[in-house]
């Protein structure tokens, strides 16, 4: 059966912090850092290995990948960097604190925001501190200004089946690191995991998800690893 490995990366800064984060790019914490290295031990303690990697262009994804692989002594393996793993787009939430950002508009308003299937946050102000148009990463790439958990899932699924499950198919065990909400996306997907209840799907840091597939990709099941 085809082999798949999800990774939500380690703790960010913005996570500590409690900061909409979204498509800035943030490093992980140290802590974050050995959730990754302990992500990559477990991995190998369980007799799991890879022939392809996936990730976003964000570095606290790739990090995690990388400090996960080095302690498979797998840092060889061919990773593959795609804008459309990247983290849900917060729009004008970006940077703001969570906790702050609850009081200015009502606990309600920004659990719209955060939690909606389909309601995306007020977009980024052009030109402003967080605006990524000048990032040479996204050249030639129309940046969205904001998105809602659907619009995450309308980019993720196109590069899930154009690129990831080709793989699979092949026959190669695939490990992807990636974020909340393009994890959620994929998730979703492969679980069949209605729109009103993927939202509260939480996926912690640092811990890999398995997928046990069939041959046609469809999930026999999923589990954390260190449940097993």
Same mark, same amino acid.
């Given at each position: 059966?085809?082999? $798949?490995?999800?990774?939500?990366?380690?703790?960010?800064?913005?996570? %500590?912090?409690?900061?909409? *984060?979204?498509? #800035?790019?943030?490093?992980?914490?140290?802590? =974050?850092?050995?959730?990754?290295?302990?992500?990559?031990?477990?991995?190998?303690?369980?007799?799991?290995?890879?022939?392809?990697?996936? *990730?976003?262009?964000? @570095?606290?994804?790739?990090?995690?990948?990388? $400090?996960?692989?080095?302690?498979?002594?797998?840092?060889? %393996?061919?990773?593959?960097?795609?804008?459309?793993?990247?983290?849900?787009?917060? =729009?004008?939430?970006?940077?703001?604190?969570?906790?702050? *950002?609850?009081?200015?508009?009502?606990?309600?308003?920004?659990?719209?925001?955060?939690?909606?299937?389909?309601?995306? /946050? &007020? /977009?980024?102000?052009?030109? =402003?501190?967080?605006?990524?148009?000048?990032?040479?990463?996204?050249?030639?790439?129309?940046? &969205?200004?904001?998105?809602?958990?659907?619009? @995450?899932?309308?980019?993720?699924? &196109?590069? #899930?089946?154009?690129?990831?499950?080709?793989?699979?198919?092949?026959?190669?065990?695939?490990?992807?690191?990636?974020?909340?909400?393009?994890?959620?996306? $994929?998730?979703?997907?492969?679980?069949?995991? /209605?729109?009103?209840?993927? *939202?509260?799907?939480?996926? /912690?840091? =640092?811990?890999?998800?398995?997928?046990? $597939?069939?041959?046609?990709?469809?999930?026999?099941?999923?589990?954390?690893?260190?449940?097993?």
């Amino acid at each position: 059966m085809p082999t $798949l490995v999800l990774i939500r990366h380690g703790q960010s800064a913005w996570n %500590l912090e409690n900061r909409f *984060t979204g498509w #800035w790019d943030v490093d992980v914490t140290e802590k =974050g850092a050995e959730e990754a290295r302990a992500a990559g031990r477990l991995m190998a303690e369980k007799g799991l290995d890879f022939d392809q990697c996936f *990730t976003s262009l964000q @570095t606290r994804a790739i990090k995690t990948l990388n $400090l996960a692989l080095e302690e498979m002594k797998r840092l060889w %393996l061919p990773v593959e960097k795609d804008w459309r793993l990247n983290e849900r787009h917060y =729009g004008g939430l970006t940077g703001l604190d969570k906790a702050e *950002t609850a009081a200015k508009h009502g606990d309600e308003q920004v659990h719209v925001w955060r939690r909606s299937f389909d309601i995306p /946050p &007020p /977009p980024l102000e052009a030109g =402003g501190e967080y605006d990524l148009s000048a990032d040479r990463r996204y050249a030639g790439i129309a940046i &969205p200004d904001t998105e809602s958990l659907k619009d @995450t899932i309308a980019r993720v699924l &196109p590069y #899930w089946e154009t690129r990831i499950a080709p793989a699979l198919r092949d026959g190669e065990r695939v490990l992807i690191s990636a974020h909340g909400n393009s994890l959620r996306a $994929l998730v979703k997907h492969l679980s069949n995991i /209605p729109d009103d209840e993927i *939202t509260s799907l939480e996926i /912690p840091t =640092g811990q890999p998800i398995v997928y046990d $597939l069939d041959a046609d990709l469809n999930a026999v099941e999923r589990y954390y690893l260190s449940e097993r």
